[in-house]
């Protein structure tokens, strides 16, 4: 089964934003008699993440979508003998071990990084996000008012640098520090993307592969990505 069959299969099942009984059975049926491996399986999962961001609309409440989601992650976990193995990494600062981490992952991203930050002022990382950019991988960045125009944050020159950024502008913080890399690994921790992080603080970051986080925090990307349109 190629790409283009998987995702035809797929938006079938997402016409009406949610999987049905019948088609729950008919891809559980296909899944039980094709040899996956955990690349193919890989690949279903992304193409999944992607029809979930492009196609579900503005206006549909998120739970919907990502009740069709969910289905498909259960389902290919349900696949015989063939589920995914598990990947995590957990990092500390202060040490360049963090950032270093950060830029090898958006250095090996080819389609899409999705950043949920409340800041970023490490140059570094500025500089690999921008790299990513020119080589035509689709990013795009969530970060808070409250630090996005203060001395040394890049956020303004990312968004100049043509990079979708959308800023939370309420009277609170959007104050999580994750990234989605090729709906393949999530990046979390309570590390800020800064210099000072790297050097002085005590900070950690998580790295997983964890099919039912990534449906979570890309959840919360599309929500918020919503929620701040211009």
């Known amino acids: 089964m190629d790409r ?12 009406d934003y949610q999987m049905t009984r019948s088609e729950r059975a008919a891809l559980n049926q296909i899944f039980s008699h094709i040899t996956l491996t ?3 399986l890989a690949l279903v999962r992304k193409e999944a993440f992607e029809i979930f961001r492009e196609h579900k609309p503005a206006h549909l409440p998120d739970e919907k979508s990502l009740s069709w989601l969910e289905d498909v992650m259960k ?10 193995d598990l990947k995590s990494e957990a990092l500390f600062s202060p040490r360049d071990d963090c950032s270093h981490r950060i830029c090898r992952l958006i250095d090996s991203a080819r389609k899409q990084i999705d950043i949920c930050v409340f800041t970023i002022t490490d140059d ?4 690999t996000i921008q790299d990513a950019h020119k080589r035509k991988v689709k990013v795009r960045i969530i970060s808070d008012n409250d630090k ?3 001395l040394g944050s ?5 968004s100049r640098s043509g990079i979708p ?5 309420t009277e609170y913080h959007m104050h999580h520090k994750f990234a989605l890399f090729d709906s393949e690994f999530i990046l979390t921790g309570s590390y800020n993307w800064t210099r000072s992080a790297s050097k002085n603080n005590s900070e950690n970051l998580i790295i997983t592969n964890d099919p039912a986080l990534l449906i979570r925090f890309a959840s919360e990307f599309e929500k918020l990505w919503d929620e701040f349109e211009e």
């Open 148 to 150: 996005s125009y203060d």
């Open 38 to 40: 955990n690349h193919n």
């Open 154 to 158: 890049d956020i303004e020159q990312l």
């Open 75 to 84: 389902i290919l976990a349900n696949t015989k003998s063939r589920e995914p």
């Open 165 to 169: 950024v959308r800023i939370d502008k």
């Open 124 to 127: 570094r990382v500025t500089r």
């Open 4 to 15: 283009s069959q998987i995702q035809n299969m797929l938006l079938q099942t997402f016409e």
